[in-house]
């Protein structure tokens, strides 16, 4: 069982930055790929980002690459997303999960948080 919680939402202006953070629980955080999801207002929740277990392989979703960084520190159970250059669009509630033995491309998760806001708005 991983339990995991994500912090940093917030109000943000558009091109200003934010940083997410997601801890997890338990000793096992190394075998678990991490991803991050969002759920924009009115649509279904989509992938953003994922990264393996060492931290040596990330994957993005087309509308962010460039801007997000997913990251990972093993010693501290904790992901997180560096979001750049933040468009309105990138509104959403955002949802780290959990993905036992994730290497690389497409993220299945076996657990979720319950999500943090990121508002991007003047």
């Known amino acids: 069982q991983v339990q995991l919680g994500e912090s940093g939402g917030g109000l943000v202006q558009p091109g200003g930055s934010l940083r997410l953070s997601c801890a997890a629980s338990g000793r096992t955080f190394s075998t678990y790929g991490m991803g991050w999801f969002r759920q924009r207002p009115g649509k279904e929740r989509e992938f953003v980002a994922a990264?393996?277990?060492?931290?040596?392989?990330?994957y993005y979703a087309e509308s962010v690459k460039g801007r997000f960084t997913i990251s990972r520190d093993n010693a501290k159970n904790t992901v997180y997303l560096q979001m750049n250059s933040l468009k309105p669009e990138d509104t959403a509630i955002y949802y780290c999960a959990a993905s036992y033995r994730y290497l690389s491309g497409p993220f299945f998760p076996n657990y979720w948080g319950q999500g943090t806001q990121v508002t991007v708005s003047t």
């Open positions: 990264i393996n277990w060492s931290g040596d392989n990330t």
